[in-house]
């Protein structure tokens, strides 16, 4: 018995990198899996059928079932796009993961409107779009459901050349905190994944470039598949909004902290001085 038998789960950007384990895993524990890859390449240009038609390949040669899905998730008609592929193939969806993404790193002087639009319009747009579908269908379905979304250590504490696609992760925190309250009636959970891995997307990056070939092995995309997976079983029906770092075998929780807070002395206004000099005491 697989920990997803009978649930069909869709993976956006799962042609390679941590989708692709994403899926490899999630159709081992028995899911049918949408493979969903525009098949562009980190910029978010080009397209093409091979990156996810090689993981479906993978997929059935290992007794599993999986469709191909080429859509853009940046657009609505590619949102809907997936949750068609899902019912057209299988009749149902159960699980959304929302991975895919692409990166145009810039400072933000430097930024052009396109390299915001792209990062933007991919990761939080394709976010949305593929989650109002999704729960939709599940909400209609009447079974609960998992929704699985994608931020990153960028987005909630920030990362120098990455204003773009900060500000998209971190919208997703936003968005999956917002979502799970929203859906929760439905019995339909909504988390978030925040991981640090060795993927296409980040192998010049300087952190992964300094650990060399032991950074490949210690963060391989493998190490958050398991995540993933237990966020779409059964297993964790009780979590819900929860942001869940993954750096190789290390797993962690991302809060939101908020200090203590002073008032003013005997009771009267701040004033900007006041503000200054107690700034110590306010930040503790």
Not at 245 to 271: D, L
Not at 277 to 282: G, K, L, Q, T, V
Request: net charge neutral; hydrophobic share 45%; charged share 20%.
């Amino acid at each position: 018995m697989g920990l997803l038998d009978g649930k069909v789960a869709i993976i956006t950007g799962a042609g390679g990198g941590i989708g692709r384990a994403h899926a490899l895993l999630f159709a081992k524990e028995g899911a049918k899996v949408v493979v969903n890859d525009l098949g562009g390449d980190r910029a978010g240009g080009g397209k093409g059928a091979e990156l996810a038609d090689k993981v479906v390949a993978e997929i059935k040669a290992a007794g599993g079932d999986a469709v191909s899905n080429y859509d853009s998730v940046a657009t609505r008609e590619g949102g809907d796009g997936l949750l068609w592929s899902a019912l057209a193939k299988f009749g149902r969806a159960d699980i959304l993961v929302n991975n895919a993404g692409v990166l145009r790193d810039r400072t933000m002087l430097n930024m052009s409107d396109a390299d915001w639009d792209i990062v933007f319009n991919v990761h939080m747009k394709g976010t949305f779009y593929a989650t109002q579908a999704v729960a939709r269908h599940l909400k209609t379905q009447g079974k609960g459901g998992r929704i699985i979304n994608t931020t990153s250590v960028s987005g909630l504490m920030g990362n120098i050349g990455q204003a773009n696609y900060s500000a998209a992760k971190a919208g997703i925190y936003g968005f999956t905190r917002t979502v799970s309250m929203e859906l929760a009636r439905y019995k339909i959970t909504c988390n978030a994944i925040a991981p640090v891995a060795y993927t296409r997307l980040t192998e010049d990056l300087a952190m992964i470039k300094a650990m060399g070939d032991v950074g490949k092995e210690m963060l391989a995309p493998e190490h958050i598949a398991p995540v993933a997976l237990f966020l779409a079983s059964d297993l964790s029906a009780d979590i819900n909004g929860a942001i869940v770092g993954v750096q190789g075998a290390q797993v962690s929780v991302y809060r939101m902290t908020q200090t203590s807070g002073v008032a003013p002395k005997a009771g009267g206004e701040w004033t900007a001085q006041e503000l200054r000099e107690r700034w110590a005491e306010i930040s503790k």
